[in-house]
Every structure is written in structure tokens, then in C-alpha cells.
């Protein structure tokens, strides 16, 4: 069985560890993140600090750009767009990771506390009882303030999260 998180299409062309799971994995990724890949793309502020990984995860954002940019994925993800919080059919990568791209609608449930990417990534864990991958401290800290009834994993435990997990029922969060 795959396991499913929720995360930001940027992290996954950011953090190559996340391209050889050691178990089959679905990324539910909202549309709005995928947007965002041009911006990061094309834009001039850096990605990342050092230059040489600046330009090695740009070609890689490029790359899952011509991914999602494929005529089937596209197919896929134009049909899951026509009604809010439609998920599409998988996008396959390889044999061990799927792409799900949803629609997800901000509908301002946190926006006091999280933009509105944040607030996406949010509401589709909750809707869909997906565990969050994130690499931003602070985004971890305020979701735990807000008590958002959400399971979020640091990207640095990602093998932890493939491997064990901890079930929404130890986490106090609804069933698993």
C-alpha cells in the first residue's frame, strides 16, 4: 500500500531523498503549488543560497514542470480542476511514486495563521486524513499553536513517516 502525504510540489524537485522512498509513495500535491513552480523557475531570486544548487534544483523544477506539463498528466489535471477538491487520477513518476494533484480551495479557515498555500496544504490533509511534509520550522510551530487537526512530519523524518508513521489515533487526530 502506498503511503500518502501531503506537500508542496517545490520540495519534492528540492529534496532528492524524496525521489527514492523506501516504499511506494503518493504525493497529494494542491494545484496552487504547481503554479508555483514557474514563479521559482522563472523568477530571479535564488532558490537555493549556494549558486551551484541554485541551478541544479531549477533544472529539476523544470523537469517536474515537463512532468506535470505531459499530455496525459495535463489530461489528468484539467479534468481534477473542473470541481473544487476533485483529486486526479495518479500521475506516475516511477514504479515507486504517484503524483495526486487536487484542487484545493482556500476558504480562509486559517488565515489568521497561514497564507494562502498553507492554508491549501491544510485543508487538504484534513480533507482527505493525508499527514503533512514540510521543511519550515515556523510553518510547524504556528499549525501546532493553532491546533489545526493536522499530522505534520519534518521533511528531515521522511523515512520515519514511510517506515512507522504515527496513526492519527496516536496523534489524537481522527482515525486511521
Given amino acids: 500500500m502506498r503511503r ?13 531523498h524524496l525521489l ?6 503518493d504525493y497529494v500535491v494542491p494545484y496552487s ?13 535564488p532558490v537555493m543560497d549556494n549558486a551551484d544548487d541554485d541551478a541544479h534544483v531549477r533544472g529539476k523544477i523544470s523537469e517536474l514542470i515537463a ?4 499530455p496525459l498528466n495535463r489530461k489528468k489535471i484539467e479534468k481534477a480542476m473542473q470541481m473544487p477538491w476533485r ?23 486559517y488565515g489568521e495563521f497561514f497564507d494562502p498555500i498553507e492554508t491549501e496544504l491544510l485543508l487538504t490533509g484534513s480533507k482527505l486524513n493525508v499527514p503533512l511534509l514540510s521543511d ?27 517506515e512507522e508513521g504515527i496513526s492519527t489515533v496516536d496523534a489524537g487526530l481522527r482515525g486511521e
Avoid at 4 to 16: H, K, L, P, S
Avoid at 67 to 70: C, G, L, M, W, Y
Fill in 4 to 16: 500518502r502525504f501531503v506537500i508542496e510540489a517545490v520540495m519534492v524537485a528540492t529534496y532528492g
Fill in 20 to 25: 527514492v522512498p523506501s516504499r511506494p509513495i
Fill in 33 to 45: 503549488t504547481i503554479l508555483e513552480l514557474y514563479d521559482m523557475r522563472d523568477g530571479s531570486d
Fill in 67 to 70: 512532468f506535470f506539463e505531459d
Fill in 87 to 109: 483529486e486526479s487520477s495518479p500521475l506516475l513518476l516511477s514504479d515507486e511514486i504517484q503524483f495526486t494533484v487536487v484542487h484545493a480551495v482556500d476558504n480562509a479557515s
Fill in 136 to 162: 519550515q520550522f515556523e510553518f510547524q510551530d504556528r499549525l501546532i499553536e493553532a491546533e489545526v487537526p493536522v499530522q505534520v512530519y519534518d521533511i528531515e523524518d521522511f523515512e520515519f513517516a514511510v
